[in-house]
């Protein structure tokens, strides 16, 4: 049952007051665009990583490995 699963993405702080998107298998930063999402306000990550945990956003293949 996918509810029951982990989320594969998460938010950890990555500063004073920012925030990084990580996947939670390799613990790499994500990466969607060529950007690294990282320094990012907490509302922010917050609705990236939904988006990415639902399928609607995906991460660049290099996030993966």
Do not use: C
């Amino acid at each position: 049952m996918a509810g029951d699963r982990p989320a594969r993405y998460d938010i950890r702080k990555d500063g004073y007051d920012t925030w990084e998107i990580f996947d939670t298998l390799t613990g790499r930063t994500v990466s969607v665009g060529g950007k690294p999402r990282a320094g990012l306000k907490l509302d922010e990550a917050d609705v990236l990583v939904d988006m990415l945990n639902s399928g609607d956003q995906e991460p660049d293949e290099e996030t993966e490995h």
